[in-house]
């Protein structure tokens, strides 16, 4: 912005947006959570000149750009913890209700981790390194909670 432009007389207006949407999750984004819906397992894809697995996988390396859609690697149910957070409000769009973990879980084989639900731990006391496994929901939803959540081994 020019710094001499005046702003003395602008009136500013807070609000909030409500800003529902729906979108096509891709063709690799789909068979990532139908997967997950029609046979409990978790897949990734992985660059092969990187030697890396990413999960969620993407279509592109993100490191070489390279096409890697269907360079398809099946997961195990099993990872460790890398991070977390505990969310501790309540908003209509969260899977649960406040106050639950939230986790960045690195799968066994995979080089990036996913974000999800971590139950059975104390949440003041959640150490990174823990060996968590998927619980997969008994009813689908088609969303990534079909992995209800995951949990200590
Ligand atoms: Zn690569």
Redesign the pocket.
């Known amino acids: 912005m020019d710094k001499n432009f005046d702003t003395s007389d602008c009136y500013v207006v807070e609000g909030k947006l409500a800003l529902p949407y729906t979108y096509f999750a891709g063709r690799v984004g789909s068979t990532f959570i139908t997967t997950i819906r029609d046979q409990h397992k978790i897949m990734g894809v992985k660059?092969n000149?990187?030697d890396?697995v990413f999960v969620p996988p993407r279509q592109t390396?993100e490191?070489?750009m390279?096409d890697i859609r269907d360079n398809w690697v099946e997961l195990g149910n099993t990872g460790e913890v890398v991070n977390y957070t505990v969310v501790r409000y309540n908003d209509k769009h969260l899977p649960r209700k406040a106050p639950f973990v939230l986790a960045m879980i690195k799968l066994d084989g995979a080089d990036t981790p996913m974000v999800h639900i971590l139950e059975g731990v104390d949440m003041d006391n959640v150490q990174p390194g823990v060996k968590v496994k998927a619980v997969f929901a008994s009813k689908t939803t088609n969303t990534i909670l079909d992995i209800d959540h995951f949990e200590p081994l």
Do not use: A, L, S
């Open positions: 660059c000149t990187c890396k390396c490191r070489c390279e």
